[in-house]
C-alpha cells in the first residue's frame, strides 16, 4: 500500500490529496501542515467578506475528512522541524503543495520606511494568520496608496474602503474589526504601472468595488485614454475587455460624494516612498508617468506625481521560498519539476513531487489547483511500483512520532472550531478566528482531555 505525506493543506494540496484517493483505490494520505489549522491561503488569504469563496472550506473538509486522508497539524517541515530527509523515510512520496509564503519586492528607495507594508502583511493581519504580529496599518491614516492592480490589491483596497459594519458578521478577528472601526482612511489610491487593458484583476472582483455602500469609484477618463485598447477596446476579449468596460462606465458617471472614494490609477510606476519631515513614517509614494510602448510593456516620461499616502500596501505578487532539502529556481521562485516531478541538476528525484504555486509560480484561481495537482498525482502513480517497498510497512505517524513530531490530528482542529464559535458567540457575532499560537494551540489540545 502506498503511503504519501502532502505538505500543505491548502487547496494545491488538499487537491492533491483528493486526486491520489480518487485514482488509487488503496493508497493512504497524510496532509501535513505547519499550521494546527488546514486549507492554507482558503483559510488565511481569501478576504473576510469573500463568505462564497471561503465556503470552499467545506469542499476541502470533505477530502480531509475522507477515510484514507489523514490531517496532521503542528508539523513544520525543515529548519527546525523535520528535515525533508528525515520525512523521506517515513513515507513512500512526498507532495510539496507549500505554496509561494512570501512577497515580491519593489527594490526602490523607502520601501522599508514606517506605514509601508507588503499587501501580504496586512491580509495576514485581517485574516488572523498566526504569525502576524503587526496591528498598526491603519492607525493615524488618512489616505492609503495600493501598489499594484491584481486581485490582491483588489481585495486589501476594498477591506479599506469596506465600514467596519459591513465585515462584522464575517470571521475577521475581533482586533482587526476594532482597528477597522477606528480607521480614518478616506482616501485608497490602487494604482497600475501599465494601462487599464493590462490590469491583473477581474471583472467580477474590479465590479464589487463599484458595489460598496460607503465609497465610491473613481477614475481619470484622460488617463485611461493614454491605453490604445481602452480607447478601441474591439481587440480585446474576455476579462480584459469587460474590466475596460467596467472603467468605462465609472468614467462616465458623476461622482456622488460618498464617505470614503477609492481612486483607480494607471500607468504611474513607483520610483520612491516619500518620508514626512521628520523621517519617522512615509507621507506620499513618488510616480513616474508612464506610457504604452506598443508591446505590452510601458516607458517612463520623466514627469512625477507625488500621491499621498500615511498607510502603503505593496500588492505586487507573491514569491516562493526556497524548501531545505529541495532544489529551487530562484529567478521564477518555484521547485524545478518535470510534470510534478521533481527534478535535481535535470534529472528525476524519484519520491519527491510539487503542485501548486510552488509548481507553477503564484498565478491563477483556485481551480487552477485542480489540474495541476492531478497532473503531479498522475506522475507519482506511474511511478508507484517503484516506490512502494523501500520504507518499512509501519504506519507513517509512528515513525513521525518516533522522530519527534507531535501533531494536531483532525480532532484537534475540531477543537479549534468549537473555540472559534465559542468566542463568536461570547461577541455576539458568527464564527470569529482565534488570532494568535498560543489561543488555536491551548483549543486544539483541549481535545485531548
Ligand atoms: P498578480 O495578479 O500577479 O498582480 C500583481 C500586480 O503587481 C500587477 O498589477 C503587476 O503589474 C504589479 N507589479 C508587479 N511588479 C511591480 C512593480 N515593480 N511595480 C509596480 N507594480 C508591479 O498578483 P496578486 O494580486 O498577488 O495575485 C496573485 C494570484 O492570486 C493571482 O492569480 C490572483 O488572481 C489570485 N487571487 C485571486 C483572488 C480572487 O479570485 N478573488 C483574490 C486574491 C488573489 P504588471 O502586470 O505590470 O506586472
Known amino acids: 500500500m502506498l503511503r504519501v505525506a502532502v505538505i500543505g493543506s491548502g487547496p494545491s494540496g488538499v487537491y492533491t490529496a483528493?486526486?491520489?484517493?480518487?485514482?488509487?483505490?488503496?493508497?493512504?494520505?497524510?496532509?501535513?501542515?505547519?499550521?494546527?489549522?488546514?486549507?492554507?491561503?482558503?483559510?488565511?488569504?481569501?478576504?473576510?467578506?469573500?463568505?462564497?469563496?471561503?465556503?470552499?472550506?467545506?469542499?476541502?473538509?470533505?477530502?480531509?475528512?475522507?477515510?484514507?486522508?489523514?490531517?496532521?497539524?503542528?508539523?513544520?517541515i525543515g529548519p527546525g522541524g523535520l528535515s525533508a530527509g528525515r520525512l523521506r523515510e517515513c513515507y513512500d512520496a512526498v507532495v510539496y503543495c507549500v505554496g509561494a509564503a512570501t512577497d515580491r519586492r519593489l527594490g526602490i528607495p523607502g520601501e522599508d520606511l514606517p506605514g509601508s507594508w507588503s499587501a501580504t502583511q496586512?491580509?495576514?493581519?485581517?485574516?488572523?494568520?498566526?504569525?502576524?504580529?503587526?496591528?498598526?496599518?491603519?492607525?493615524?491614516?488618512?489616505?492609503?496608496?495600493?501598489?499594484?492592480?491584481?486581485?490582491?490589491?483588489?481585495?486589501?483596497?476594498?477591506?479599506?474602503?469596506r465600514g467596519a459594519a459591513e465585515l462584522s458578521p464575517t470571521d475577521i478577528p475581533q482586533a482587526a474589526l476594532?482597528?477597522?472601526?477606528?480607521?480614518?482612511?478616506?482616501?485608497?489610491?490602487?494604482?497600475?504601472?501599465?494601462?487599464?487593458?493590462?490590469?491583473?484583476?477581474?471583472?467580477?472582483e474590479l465590479r464589487e468595488l463599484g458595489g460598496l455602500p460607503d465609497a465610491e469609484v473613481l477614475v481619470e477618463a484622460e488617463e485611461l485614454g493614454l491605453d490604445p485598447d481602452y480607447v478601441d477596446p474591439s481587440g480585446l476579449t474576455g476579462t480584459l475587455r469587460r474590466n475596460v468596460e467596467t472603467l468605462r462606465g465609472w468614467a462616465e458617471r458623476p461622482a456622488r460624494g460618498a464617505a470614503r472614494r477609492?481612486?483607480?490609477?494607471?500607468?504611474?510606476?513607483?520610483?520612491?516612498?516619500?518620508?514626512?519631515?521628520?523621517?519617522?513614517?512615509?507621507?506620499?509614494?513618488?510616480?513616474?508617468?508612464?506610457?504604452?510602448?506598443?508591446?505590452?510593456?510601458?516607458?517612463?516620461?520623466?514627469?512625477h506625481e507625488d500621491i499621498e499616502a500615511q498607510l502603503v500596501l505593496r500588492s505586487v505578487g507573491y514569491r516562493g521560498v526556497p524548501l531545505e532539502g529541495l532544489p529551487f529556481d530562484a529567478s521564477s521562485g518555484t521547485v524545478p519539476h518535470l510534470a510534478g516531478r521533481v527534478l535535481r541538476?535535470?534529472?528525476?528525484?524519484?519520491?519527491?513531487?510539487?503542485?501548486?504555486?510552488?509548481?507553477?509560480?503564484?498565478?491563477?484561481?483556485?481551480?487552477?489547483?485542480?489540474?495541476?495537482?492531478?497532473?503531479?498525482?498522475?506522475?507519482l502513480l506511474l511511478d508507484a511500483p517503484a516506490l512502494v517497498g523501500e520504507r518499512p510497512g509501519e504506519d507513517p505517524l509512528g515513525a513521525l512520532r518516533a522522530r519527534g513530531v507531535a501533531p494536531v490530528e483532525w480532532a484537534g482542529w475540531q477543537s479549534i472550531e468549537r473555540a472559534e464559535a465559542a468566542l463568536g458567540a461570547s461577541l455576539g457575532r458568527n464564527v470569529v478566528k482565534l488570532p494568535d499560537w498560543q489561543s488555536l494551540m491551548t483549543a486544539a489540545h483541549h481535545s485531548a482531555g
Open 262 to 303: 477609492v481612486h483607480a490609477r494607471f500607468f504611474l510606476r513607483p520610483v520612491a516612498l516619500l518620508a514626512d519631515a521628520e523621517g519617522a513614517h512615509v507621507a506620499a509614494v513618488r510616480f513616474e508617468r508612464t506610457l504604452p510602448d506598443g508591446r505590452g510593456g510601458v516607458t517612463g516620461t520623466g514627469q
Open 122 to 161: 496586512f491580509v495576514s493581519w485581517y485574516s488572523a494568520h498566526p504569525d502576524a504580529t503587526e496591528d498598526g496599518f491603519v492607525r493615524g491614516a488618512r489616505s492609503a496608496v495600493v501598489i499594484g492592480v491584481g486581485n490582491v490589491a483588489v481585495d486589501v483596497t476594498r477591506i479599506l474602503a
Open 178 to 204: 476594532g482597528a477597522l472601526a477606528e480607521s480614518r482612511v478616506t482616501d485608497v489610491h490602487m494604482v497600475g504601472r501599465r494601462g487599464p487593458s493590462q490590469a491583473r484583476f477581474t471583472t467580477k
Open 18 to 76: 483528493q486526486s491520489l484517493v480518487q485514482l488509487d483505490p488503496e493508497v493512504r494520505v497524510d496532509v501535513l501542515d505547519r499550521l494546527p489549522c488546514p486549507y492554507g491561503l482558503v483559510r488565511y488569504g481569501v478576504a473576510p467578506d469573500h463568505e462564497k469563496i471561503k465556503s470552499l472550506q467545506n469542499n476541502l473538509r470533505t477530502v480531509l475528512e475522507h477515510d484514507r486522508v489523514r490531517f496532521l497539524g503542528g508539523v513544520e
Open 345 to 379: 541538476e535535470g534529472a528525476v528525484a524519484p519520491g519527491e513531487y510539487v503542485a501548486g504555486w510552488i509548481k507553477r509560480g503564484p498565478t491563477g484561481v483556485i481551480g487552477t489547483n485542480r489540474p495541476c495537482a492531478k497532473e503531479t498525482v498522475t506522475s
